[in-house]
Structures are given as structure tokens and as C-alpha cells.
Nanobody, 125 residues
Framework: QVQLVESGGGLVQSGGSLRLSCAAS????????MAWFRQAPGKEREFVAA????????YYVDSVKGRFTISRDNDKNTLHLQMNSLKPEDTAVYYC??????????????????WGPGTRVTVSS
């Protein structure tokens, strides 16, 4: 098990950038496929991006391709999401999540069993 805590959210103007971070406790971070999800008011939690255990594969929802970059540093037990060219529709609470250890990347929230408390991102127009 890992404990996850996100940071880096805030208020930014349309077209701006933010870098989200997720700090993980424990010494087994590298065994977990990781992902970012987001949930806008009144909407279901949706997949944003995921990264494999060794960071050799990344996956994105179509709406963020070319704008967001997911990365991880297994030595520092951290996950990042670099968000550029932000749009008002990116406004949401962003969560990092860990899938079961030694498994493959997942895309559904129900397949992740460890979550951070979330960090709020607000993009003004």
C-alpha cells in the first residue's frame, strides 16, 4: 500500500500552465502503475493520463493529448502531470491513483484502489 498526496493545483488563466505533483509514501512506488483522474462539478470521475511502472509507456485521454504530460520519478516516489495550454473545461479536482502492484495500466477509476485526496484546478476564461 502507498499513501498518496497531490499538490500544485490552483487558479490559472486560460492558456496557462500548472504542474501537479503526487507524493507517495513507502518504498514500493515503482511497483504500481499510476494515473491521474479528474472530476468536474456534477460529472463523473474521468481518466486523464496513466504511466507504466517503469515509465516506458504513457496514455492520455484524447482531450489532453499534446497539452498534458505525465511523468514519474521512482527514486523520489513522485508522480507529475505537466499541464499546458489549459482550458476552462480542464477545471476539476485532480486525483492521483495507484493500480494494483505489478499490474498493467488501467483506465477505469474502479480499477484503482489507492487514491490521494485531490487538488483543485480552476481555469478562468
Amino acid at each position: 500500500q502507498v499513501q498518496l498526496v497531490e499538490s500544485g493545483g490552483g487558479l490559472v488563466q486560460s492558456g496557462g500552465s500548472l504542474r501537479l505533483s503526487c507524493a507517495a509514501s513507502g518504498r514500493t512506488f515503482s511497483t504500481y502503475p499510476m494515473a491521474w483522474f479528474r472530476q468536474a462539478p456534477g460529472k463523473e470521475r474521468e481518466f486523464v493520463a496513466a504511466i507504466s511502472r517503469s515509465a516506458d509507456r504513457t496514455y492520455y485521454v484524447d482531450s489532453v493529448k499534446g497539452r498534458f504530460t505525465i511523468s514519474r520519478d521512482n527514486d523520489k516516489n513522485t508522480l507529475h502531470l505537466q499541464m499546458n495550454s489549459l482550458k476552462p473545461e480542464d477545471t476539476a479536482v485532480y486525483y492521483c491513483a495507484a493500480a494494483p502492484a505489478y499490474g498493467s495500466v488501467k483506465y477505469s477509476p474502479g480499477q484503482y484502489d489507492m487514491w490521494g485526496p485531490g487538488t483543485r484546478v480552476t481555469v478562468s476564461s
